[in-house]
């Protein structure tokens, strides 16, 4: 039966690895943190370079850290920088934009630091909240996650052959 759902097999593959990460809990936490702050920030469709290039600079986790950028995938990432870009707005007293009534890139290009300013200061603000928040969470969870027995999937019965 479980064998028909792939994405709950992969999506318990890649927990398993992850409770099986070798390194201590800090380390992997630090990573966590890495990855979580890095994709909060609005480098969409580079996050996972600079994750792992910062984890090798900083001798941290690198494969806990492409994981923590995964917060912001395809169907997070609209809501995580709506909220960033109205929080940076909002803490920078700027006004509301007003979207250009045609959709091309000339429309948009104009928009520019108006869009990109209040973008980052919000990111930077979420990014760091959720990277100490994940750090806290991921340095008491690893010691607890590490000492789970994670069972096999069931094997389906073989027919003998008389």
Same mark, same amino acid.
């Given at each position: 039966m479980w064998r028909q759902w792939g994405f709950i097999r992969q999506t318990k593959l890649v927990f398993v690895r992850f409770c099986r990460l070798k390194g201590a809990p800090d380390e992997i936490a630090k990573g966590m %943190?890495?990855? /979580? *702050? /890095?994709?909060? =920030?609005? =480098? *969409?469709? *580079?996050?996972? %370079? /600079?994750a792992i290039f910062f984890a090798f600079l900083l001798r941290e986790n690198r494969l806990a850290a492409a994981v923590g950028v995964w917060i912001t995938n395809p169907f997070t990432a609209p809501f995580i920088y709506a909220l960033e870009y109205e929080s940076g707005r909002v803490l920078l007293g700027m006004p509301r934009l007003n979207l250009p009534e045609e959709l091309t890139f000339t429309a948009f290009k104009t928009l520019g630091w108006e869009v990109v300013t209040p973008l980052c200061l919000g990111s930077l603000v979420y990014g760091v909240i959720c990277a100490v928040l994940a750090y806290a969470l991921t340095l008491r969870m690893i010691p607890v996650v590490k000492t789970w027995r994670i069972p096999r999937w069931p094997r389906p019965k073989r027919r003998r052959e008389e």
């Open positions: %943190a890495l990855g /979580i *702050f /890095i994709g909060m =920030t609005p =480098t *969409f469709g *580079f996050q996972m %370079a /600079i």
